[in-house]
């Protein structure tokens, strides 16, 4: 019986044991620490990294893939050590860390790991392995550059340098020629538009007769369109037809009088008798 007894009670502690380190394992697991994923450090140099802070998440291309583990500060820049809960994210050089607002108005403070480097295929080597090729990828405990935050003040420091570098370079100077030169052209083409109205003017009148003309021809087309008019066209042209038929009849009747021979000579007969007479009476 009490042996029995015993071994209840071990069943029950290593029940509630082995509850207790699945409950362990969950939260661990909440807190992104997997006990078999893995992590691995990088750390990254800044120059100026206002706003970041420890527990400021870390990104790859918009994914989240670690955290900021600690800030230590020298007289020369500021070291931000990164814990990277992905063992098998590769960085292949070259590759920095920007410190980055998620809105240009500001808000939230992270950092952005950015990889410039051409990835390689069925590339087999881990940050986390003892010989991983650091010319290639960044490795473990590895420092890499840092940039600053970018937000609307940096942005207007940048358009203040930008300004200044203009007035050195007398950008400005280069801008107010423009500016001129745009200026005489406009004057130019004012000219050229004077002109235009000018010789529209003058062609006004010769504008006016062809709308004169053009009114003549279209009253023209419309009478011609007019059916009555077409019938007494066709009417007109009959006759004319009529008439060169008959003075071509009469045509070929004078040849034929003209060419016979009595017709004349009868004709010439009359006209020395008409001759004679006269002759006679006026001697």
Same mark, same amino acid.
């Given at each position: 019986?009490?042996?029995?007894?015993?071994?209840?009670?071990?069943?029950?502690?290593?029940?509630?044991?082995?509850?207790?380190?699945?409950?362990?394992?969950? @939260?661990?697991?909440?807190?992104?620490?997997? /006990? +078999? !994923?893995? $992590?691995?450090? &990088?750390?990254?140099?800044?120059?100026? %990294?206002?706003?970041?802070?420890?527990?400021?998440?870390?990104?790859?291309?918009?994914?989240?893939?670690?955290?900021?583990?600690?800030?230590?500060?020298?007289?020369?820049?500021?070291?931000?050590?990164?814990?990277?809960?992905?063992?098998?994210?590769?960085?292949?050089?070259?590759?920095?860390?920007?410190?980055?607002?998620?809105?240009?108005?500001?808000?939230?403070?992270?950092?952005?790991?950015?990889?410039?480097?051409?990835s390689i295929k069925d590339f087999s080597?881990?940050?986390?392995?003892?010989n991983c090729p650091n010319e290639t990828?960044?490795?473990?405990?590895?420092? @890499?550059?840092?940039?600053?935050?970018?937000? /609307? +003040? !940096?942005? $207007?420091?940048? &358009?203040?340098?930008?300004?200044?570098? %203009?007035?050195?370079?007398?950008?400005?100077?280069?801008?107010?020629?423009?500016?001129?030169?745009?200026?005489?052209?406009?004057?130019?083409?004012?000219?050229?538009?004077?002109?235009?109205?000018?010789?529209?003017?003058?062609?006004?009148?010769?504008?006016?007769?062809?709308?004169?003309?053009?009114?003549?021809?279209?009253?023209?087309?419309?009478?011609?369109?007019?059916?009555?008019?077409?019938?007494?066209?066709?009417?007109?042209?009959?006759?004319?037809?009529?008439?060169?038929?008959?003075?071509?009849?009469?045509?070929?009747?004078?040849?034929?009088?003209?060419?016979?021979?009595?017709?004349?000579?009868?004709?010439?007969?009359?006209?020395?008798?008409?001759?004679?007479?006269?002759?006679?009476?006026?001697?």
């Amino acid at each position: 019986m009490t042996m029995k007894r015993s071994l209840k009670d071990a069943i029950v502690g290593f029940s509630l044991l082995g509850g207790l380190i699945v409950f362990s394992g969950s @939260i661990l697991w909440l807190r992104d620490f997997r /006990i +078999s !994923s893995g $992590t691995w450090k &990088l750390s990254a140099n800044f120059d100026n %990294a206002r706003g970041l802070a420890v527990g400021s998440p870390v990104t790859f291309k918009g994914i989240h893939v670690g955290t900021i583990e600690k800030i230590s500060f020298t007289p020369e820049y500021i070291q931000a050590k990164m814990n990277i809960t992905n063992r098998d994210l590769l960085l292949f050089k070259p590759t920095y860390a920007k410190v980055v607002s998620r809105s240009l108005l500001g808000g939230d403070i992270e950092v952005s790991l950015v990889s410039k480097g051409k990835s390689i295929k069925d590339f087999s080597a881990l940050p986390t392995d003892q010989n991983c090729p650091n010319e290639t990828i960044v490795c473990q405990d590895e420092i @890499i550059k840092g940039y600053k935050v970018e937000s /609307i +003040s !940096s942005l $207007t420091e940048e &358009l203040n340098q930008i300004l200044s570098q %203009a007035e050195e370079q007398e950008i400005i100077h280069r801008m107010v020629n423009s500016i001129e030169q745009f200026d005489r052209t406009q004057e130019n083409l004012d000219e050229l538009i004077e002109l235009s109205k000018e010789e529209i003017i003058r062609a006004k009148p010769i504008i006016i007769e062809m709308q004169k003309t053009m009114l003549h021809i279209n009253n023209i087309l419309e009478t011609i369109d007019n059916p009555e008019t077409l019938e007494n066209i066709t009417i007109t042209a009959d006759s004319i037809r009529s008439i060169t038929q008959k003075i071509d009849t009469l045509s070929t009747d004078l040849s034929d009088l003209i060419n016979n021979e009595e017709f004349t000579n009868a004709i010439k007969n009359a006209a020395i008798g008409i001759g004679k007479l006269f002759n006679d009476i006026y001697p």
